[in-house]
C-alpha cells in the first residue's frame, strides 16, 4: 500500500513537494486554505496530483502517513495542531528533498544578508561552472529540482520556519550571518525559541562538514558555548584577530581555508557597506572551502550586480536619491541601511508588525532623519515610539501617497529610504510587491 503524502501548502515550496512525492510513489494530497496559483494548479494538473484550495478537508487530511508543510503556515494552524495531537509527522520540503539527493549543500540562514549572500555564493559557484541550483527563499523549489532537474550543488536560503521542520537533513557548508530579533509573534513572542530555529542549521554536521559564522555577533558567541560544533568553524569579523578565518587587513580581504589563503582588495568588491563585507566574506568563505580558483571567486566578487529590493538605487530626481529596501522587514535590516546612507533622509516605514522593538533604530533616525512617512493600515505602535521624536511625521494608505509625501518634504541632496523594517501584506502581496510598487511611483514622479 502507498504511503500518503499531504502536503499543506501549494506554494512553490508545497507544489516543487507534490511533484517529488509523486515521483517516488507516493499517495499525494496537496490542500491550500487559500488559492493556488495558475502555474502551480498546471504543474499539479499535468502530473495527475489531487488538490485543493479556499479550506483544509480535514478526512483528506488527517489519514496522512507523513505531512510536509509550507513554511509560511504557524503550527498554531487548527489543520496542524490537530494533525500534530494525532502524532503524525510533519516535515518541511527541503527535509523531504533532502532524502532523495547526494548533492553538496551550501546552506545559509540569518536575521539579515541570506538573500544577497545566498544569490552572491550562487554566482560564484555559476561562474566557476560548477552544477549548482538555487533553492529555498530564493529561486526554484528543492524538491522539484531535485525529482526533475537534479544538481551536484544547492545553494539555499533557509529561514527560521524551513529549519523548524528539518531533522535528518543535513548542511555541508552552514553560514549563519546574524541573529537580531524577527518573527518574534511565530516564536511565543520568545527570543530563545528564535534562536534555537536559527541554530538548526547545525543539525547532523559533522567534523568533515563547514560552519561559517559571524564572529562579532554577541548571540551567536554565547550560543556556540551551547551547541558547540562538530563541524569545523569558519569565523570571521571586519577586523583581525589570530582566531579568525575571515578578516579584513591593511585594506585587504583574506580569507583562511584547508585549501590555502585567499586575498583580495577591499575596494574590489562590488557591494558596499559593512554589511555586504559580512555578506561578501561569508560568500567567499564557501567558495575557498569548495576549492574554487582565486581568479574566479575574485571575478564574482568584484562582478556581482547586487540584489532587487535591497538597497537598489532606484532614481536620482531633482537632487534627491530614492532607494528600495523593501526586503528590510525587521528593525535590525533597516538599522544597516541607515548606517550605509550618509545624506539626510526621508524615511518610509510601516507594514505588519512582528513584534518590533524600534528602540535599535532610534538613534540613527534621530540623527540622520528629516521626516518619517508611516506606511501601514495600522501605525498606532510607530507612532507611540515616534511621536515627538522626530518633527514631521505622515501617514500613508498607498504607495503612490508615501512616495508623493516623501518627494514634498525631501530637500535636495536628501535620500529616500524605503526600507519598511516590517512585513509587507497589510498593504501588498509580499516584499516584491511593495518594492516593484515604490519603483512604479519613483519613476511616474
Known sequence: MKKRMVILGAGESGAGASVLAKAKGYDVF????????????????????????????????LNADEIIKSPGIPDKAPVVRKAMERGIPIISEIE??????????????????????????YHILKEAWLDVGLAGNVGN????????????????ELSSFQLDNMYEFKADIAVLLNITPDHLDRYQHCMQNYIDAKFRILRNQTEKDAFIYWNDDPIIRKEMERHRPKATTYPFSD????????????????????NGTFTMDQEAIALRGTHNLYNT??????????????????ASLSGFPGVAHRLEMVARIRGVDYINDSKATNVNSCWYALQSINTRMVLILGGTDKGNDYSEIEALVLKKVRALIFLGVDNRKLHAFFDGKIARIEDAGSMEEAVNKAYRLAEKGDTVLLSPCCASFDL????EDRGDQFKKCVRNL
Open 96 to 121: 523531504f528533498a533532502g532524502r532523495y539527493t547526494d548533492a553538496t549543500m551550501i546552506c545559509i540562514t540569518g536575521s539579515n544578508g541570506k538573500t544577497t549572500t545566498t544569490l552572491l555564493t
Open 239 to 258: 577586523t583581525f584577530h589570530p582566531e579568525l578565518k575571515g578578516y579584513i587587513k591593511e585594506k585587504q580581504m583574506i580569507i583562511q581555508t584547508l
Open 428 to 431: 501588498f502581496d509580499n516584499y
Open 281 to 298: 566574506m561569508a560568500a567567499g568563505i564557501a567558495a575557498k572551502i569548495l576549492d574554487i580558483r582565486d581568479e574566479k571567486i575574485r
Open 30 to 61: 496537496v490542500s491550500d486554505y487559500g488559492s493556488i496559483l495558475p502555474k502551480y494548479k498546471q504543474i499539479m494538473d499535468e502530473r495527475g496530483i489531487l488538490w485543493e484550495e479556499g479550506g483544509h478537508t480535514e478526512s483528506a487530511i
Open 141 to 156: 523549489s528543492l524538491a522539484f529540482q531535485v525529482a526533475e532537474s537534479p544538481h551536484a550543488y544547492y545553494v539555499i
